[in-house]
């Protein structure tokens, strides 16, 4: 008897776990689903000393549009943005397409990540300082086809840490 108790604490110990948290709040996350549906991907980890600050439903009670995000979460570590964009893509599922303007990219856990050079481009017409966008194209469940960007506004987080967060996002 005392055997099948030790097992049942390890069992949930051990179940426990394997579920780990998600850097977004769990009221975040149900809003996130709630407005983005099968488009509500989100990163498992963040790197560290960034913390969740805000999301933001860029469709604005829309239908998401080919092209434009789908909805932004923001991450700071002090002046340091960091925001995961989910878009839904236009075109093709042709990778081609999704590397258009790389300068780099790398397989990892199976996905093809790509990454750009320092810029100052944000597809959000928010101004801020230089920055690194990483990315994955994928066919969410429903088929859509969506984009999942990790742009480091403070380019100072090593790409294949931010490539490791984008290719291990994962449906909400």
């Given at each position: 008897m005392r055997t099948a108790g030790l097992f049942g604490i390890v069992f949930v110990l051990a179940s426990g776990a394997a579920a780990a948290?998600?850097?977004?709040?769990?009221?975040?996350?149900?809003?996130?689903v709630s407005a983005a549906g099968t488009a509500a991907y989100l990163p498992r980890s963040v790197p560290a000393g960034y913390r969740y600050l805000?999301?933001?439903?860029?469709?604005?009670?829309?239908?998401?549009?080919?092209?434009?995000?789908?909805?932004?979460?923001?991450?700071?570590?002090?002046?340091?943005?960091?925001?995961?964009?989910?878009?839904l893509a236009a075109g093709s599922a042709d990778e081609q397409v999704c590397n258009?303007?790389?300068?780099?990219?790398?397989?990892?856990?199976?996905?093809?990540v790509y990454w750009s050079r320092l810029t100052t481009y944000d597809p959000l017409a928010e101004s801020g300082p230089k920055g690194r966008h990483v990315w994955r194209c994928f066919n969410a469940p429903?088929?859509?086809?969506?984009?999942?960007?990790?742009?480091?506004?403070?380019?100072?987080?090593?790409?294949?840490?931010?490539?490791?967060?984008?290719?291990?996002?994962?449906?909400?």
């Open positions: 948290p998600t850097p977004v709040p769990a009221a975040a996350t149900k809003a996130i805000r999301w933001k439903d860029a469709t604005a009670g829309r239908p998401p549009v080919p092209g434009a995000a789908v909805f932004v979460v923001t991450f700071a570590h002090g002046n340091a943005p960091l925001l995961w964009t989910v878009t258009v303007d790389s300068v780099g990219h790398s397989t990892v856990v199976g996905q093809a429903g088929g859509q086809r969506l984009i999942v960007d990790l742009y480091d506004q403070g380019a100072h987080v090593a790409i294949p840490v931010l490539t490791r967060i984008v290719a291990d996002s994962s449906a909400s």
